[in-house]
């Protein structure tokens, strides 16, 4: 198989050494990146585990609240707790900003105001029961908890896609440019010994017919 090489260059040691700068830069390159892509797999890992338990913290908050409120349904009936859901007062406020991890911009989400007292909530003490007030109270820390589990999931979906470019930079530096420098580099240096060879070999047969006359 033919070694694959930059089409369109001149044998030249002017092109030579631009070629070989090149070289030096895509290896430069290539060593940064690879350190990038570990680095960015550490933490992919690293936030990996957070998502893991902080689905589970999701998924059992969300299992005792409704476990509390179908407890509050049986107790007050559907319709009071509906009224009771209906009189809540909406209070959550996000901001969003962001925060960089290797170059990754992520997002970093403030959840305000998640959790309430009895009284904030809005709805009214005599006709409600107390595990209204526990399945509230639980609803509203799995609000928090979303939350902070959809900041996780979209940071590990930017990092997937980096890592992703990251590799395919990495492995075209690797076995498409590099080796096609280096092949050129190789190609130019063979070539301009070849044309040494070839002067010199045409000013020894010039100074012989000089000689000759």
Known sequence: MAQEMIEGINPTRMELLKLKQREKLAVKGYSLLKEKRNALIMEFFNILERVKGSREKVEEHLKEAFSDLTEAQILMGDTAVERAAMSVRESVEVDIDSRSI????????????????????????????????????????????????????????????????????????????????????????????EMERENFVRLKMIKKSMEME
């Not at 107390?130 to 930017?158: C, H, P, Q, W």
């Not at 092949?183 to 240096?189: F, H, M, R």
């Open 102 to 193: 290797m170059g990754v911009v992520v997002p970093v989400v403030d959840a305000r105001a998640t959790q309430r007292t009895v009284v904030e909530r809005g709805y009214g003490l005599v006709d409600t029961s107390v595990k209204l007030d526990e399945a509230a109270k639980k609803f509203e820390e799995s609000l928090a908890l979303i939350i902070e589990l959809g900041e996780i999931e979209k940071t590990i979906r930017l990092l997937a896609g980096e890592i992703e470019s990251t590799k395919r930079r990495v492995n075209a530096l690797e076995h498409i440019i590099i080796p096609r420098l280096k092949n050129t580099v190789k190609y130019i240096e063979m070539r301009l010994e």
